[in-house]
């Protein structure tokens, strides 16, 4: 088939040529009238009338498929006897293009592939309608880097061999299921494929290799290589997830594709715990910390790189950031390319505040990583810890576009809507993070927060309540509501909360305060006086409660 730039294609002029496959030839349009740029897949056949009939149904069906992991379906037509399909643009490629054949991915890159082809295959297969052509070659790559499922239903087609080259039916029977080869293809037959895809990705390779023949018979009744026996550190559950999926009864895999991919995220995080910065439930006043000593820069022998990452791990989690700074630097010695590494000794950083160094570590992870969820998640923490607010917005709002359902992401992007006094925005994302989580204690103490902001104090005690009823050990919590009942002028409920807060943490700053505060409103201007003193003894900048200390003693000598 000739070169078709130049050319027009229904309300489209082909500007370039994208590529070529067994049976379509992929081209950049754009829109007459609008201007506006689209792909443009013509298919390698002349239809015939009954033909023609089979591809206008195939191209409705998928047409009406709405979700944004799957490549929408803006037109189609037939110029002459060649059908075409009119495609939004992916400008960056497939990801075979992205991960050539042989290429091995990270565990945690493939979870965020898998997660977003499932979603777009559940949908699918929720429309009664199969894939039937999984492989890396048909996943594109979006303008956000989101994944984006193509050639839906063109299976159909292009299984016949009228329209196939044999490379391309070779390099499709590849990832096909045994039941698929014999006729019957089913929704689990895309899991089979995408257990495929994964297994390629894990290792490699392919799990059966040859002709088309060859892989016909190895596809029905061989079993696949154990993946071990590729990558000898593999974690035992991962590779039984995988082994699931290709399991060649259709039956015992997993119920549906979303289930392989939650068993698959399940397997990785079990095997490597993600060490996530969470945003704490309430900052605490703590006093400043000078700055890290000059780090070491000569490794010690004899010791891998998994070990010095375990021991920073150990010393994070145990509160002693400086040390965890020590062993992630040997890491990066023995493996300067480590992303989480980078990611984690942010962390670190970040708990130290030394911010800066924490925002570049995280910039470092994210460059050697451009999925790592956890990156971006931690560097928009470290934005708001910044006061850059919205810079915070926009690596949650990227966290979020890659994954949907991280359920802090959204209580972080509301605290930095909060503190650009946007309450309303706030108040959504707080929504969004408890119709995902209802017990998400933050959450409502947050959403109780913003609702104080809005003098709704009524609706702030029922949320500041559900927090306390998740987690009664919750102090700010209890200072939060101690302000909501003061603001209503229930001064003693507020001053029983204020006594919970001190009585779980004797060292609160804030709680004297506020309970020095509603003692004042009571005119009890002695106890006010002692709580002032307290607090400010605690944290010295709380310079606000100075005036309010010395309107205290003014009002106590005036009523002597």
């Given at each position: 088939m000739g070169d078709r730039v130049?050319?027009?294609l229904g309300n489209y002029r082909v500007t370039a040529k994208l590529g070529e496959g067994g049976f379509a030839e992929v081209y950049l349009g754009e829109h007459i009238h609008l201007g506006?740029?689209?792909a443009l897949k013509v298919l390698h056949t002349q239809l015939t009338a009954e033909d023609g009939d089979a591809f206008r149904v195939e191209a409705r069906t998928i047409a009406r498929l709405l979700h944004p992991h799957i490549?929408?379906?803006?037109?189609?037509?037939?110029e002459g006897k060649l059908p075409f399909l009119v495609m939004d643009y992916a400008p960056n490629g497939t990801l075979r293009q992205r991960h050539p054949r042989g290429t091995r991915l990270p565990l945690d890159l493939i979870v965020s592939y898998v997660k977003q082809v499932a979603d777009a295959l559940q949908y699918a297969h929720h429309e009664k309608l199969i894939h039937r052509d999984i492989k890396p070659e048909n996943?594109?790559?979006?303008?956000?880097?989101?994944?984006?499922?193509?050639?839906?239903?063109?299976?159909?087609?292009a299984q016949s061999s009228r329209y196939q080259s044999t490379q391309d039916v070779v390099g499709t029977v590849a990832y096909m299921s045994p039941e698929q080869i014999q006729g019957k293809p089913r929704p689990a037959s895309d899991q089979y494929s995408l257990g495929i895809v994964v297994y390629e990705w894990l290792c490699g390779d392919r799990p059966f290799q040859g002709s088309f023949i060859e892989l016909?018979?190895?596809?029905?009744?061989?079993?696949?290589p154990p993946l071990r026996e590729k990558m000898a550190k593999i974690p035992h559950d991962v590779e039984q997830v995988v082994m699931t999926a290709l399991a060649k009864d259709s039956h015992?895999?997993?119920?549906?594709?979303?289930?392989?991919?939650?068993a698959l995220e399940q397997a990785t995080q079990a095997a490597y715990p993600p060490t996530v910065l969470m945003k704490p439930t309430k900052p605490t006043f703590v006093p400043t910390i000078t700055s890290t000593p000059p780090l070491k820069t000569t490794s010690v022998p004899h010791k891998p790189s998994k070990l010095w990452l375990e021991e920073g791990n150990a010393h994070s989690d145990a509160g002693r950031y400086k040390e965890a700074l020590l062993a992630y630097n040997e890491v990066l010695i023995l493996s300067p390319q480590d992303a989480i590494t980078y990611n984690n000794r942010g962390l670190a950083y970040n708990a130290l505040e030394e911010y800066e160094k924490a925002i570049a570590d995280f910039d470092r992870a994210i460059d050697l990583n451009s999925w790592f969820v956890a990156a971006y998640y931690n560097r928009g923490l470290t934005y708001n810890d910044l006061m850059e607010y919205e810079k915070a917005i926009a690596d949650f709002n990227y966290v979020l576009s890659l994954d949907p359902n991280v359920t802090p992401a959204y209580c972080s992007r509301g605290d930095a809507y909060f503190e650009l006094e946007n309450y309303h925005q706030a108040i959504s994302d707080y929504n969004r993070a408890l119709s995902l989580d209802p017990e998400y204690t933050e959450a409502y103490a947050c959403r109780g927060n913003t609702y104080c902001k809005l003098s709704d104090f009524r609706r702030a005690i029922q949320d500041f309540d559900r927090a306390i009823?998740?987690?009664?050990e919750y102090v700010w919590a209890y200072v939060d509501r101690g302000i909501a009942y003061r603001n209503l002028k229930k001064y003693q409920r507020a001053i029983a909360d204020y006594d919970r807060a001190i009585e779980l943490d004797t060292e609160d700053a804030t709680a004297y305060g506020e309970r020095g505060l509603a003692y004042y409103d009571l005119k009890e201007y002695s106890q006010a006086i002692q709580d002032f003193d307290h607090a400010l003894s605690l944290d010295p900048t709380i310079t606000w409660l100075e005036s309010e200390r010395e309107e205290a003693y003014l009002a106590l000598k005036n009523n002597r």
């Open positions: 130049g050319e027009q506006t740029q689209a490549v929408r379906i803006l037109d189609f037509g037939v996943m594109l790559v979006g303008r956000r880097n989101d994944i984006l499922l193509s050639d839906f239903g063109i299976a159909l087609v016909c018979t190895q596809q029905v009744v061989a079993p696949p015992k895999r997993f119920l549906n594709i979303q289930d392989f991919a939650r009823e998740f987690d009664p």
